[in-house]
Nanobody, 118 residues
Framework: QVQLVESGGGLVQPGGSLRLSCAAS????????MGWYRQAPGKQRELVAS???????NYADSVKGRFTISRDNAKNTVYLQMNTLKPEDTAVYYC????????????WGQGTQVTVSS
């Protein structure tokens, strides 16, 4: 089992910045990718950004150039730096870890609210 603990959400004005953190613990040796998803009210959960153990990153088109995902392997922590935030970025953000060899297991954090509003 993998446990994920998120922090860093909150209320920010449009154009502002926030940094989310997600610390992994437990059976972390099997993790091969970590990332962030978000879910706005009435919408499906969507991928925001992900990073593999080799450092390959992937971003949703809506956040490219504004968000940066990074990973500190020594601390088993993944970060999401969010700049130039827009009201449409408002959502609950969930940390995700993918683990497994034959089959992929998805682990989720509890979610952290990000609200972009003036």
């Amino acid at each position: 089992q993998v446990q994920l603990v998120e922090s860093g959400g909150g209320l920010v004005q449009p154009g502002g910045s926030l940094r989310l953190s997600c610390a992994a613990s437990g059976s972390i040796r099997g993790i091969y990718a970590m990332g962030w998803y978000r879910q706005a009210p009435g919408k499906q959960r969507e991928l925001v950004a992900s990073v593999t153990n080799s450092g390959r990153t992937n971003y949703a088109d809506s956040v490219k150039g504004r968000f940066t995902i990074s990973r500190d392997n020594a601390k088993n922590t993944v970060y999401l730096q969010m700049n130039t935030l827009k009201p449409e970025d408002t959502a609950v953000y969930y940390c995700n870890a993918k683990a497994g060899v034959v089959a992929t297991f998805n682990y989720w954090g509890q979610g952290t609210q990000v609200t972009v509003s003036s």
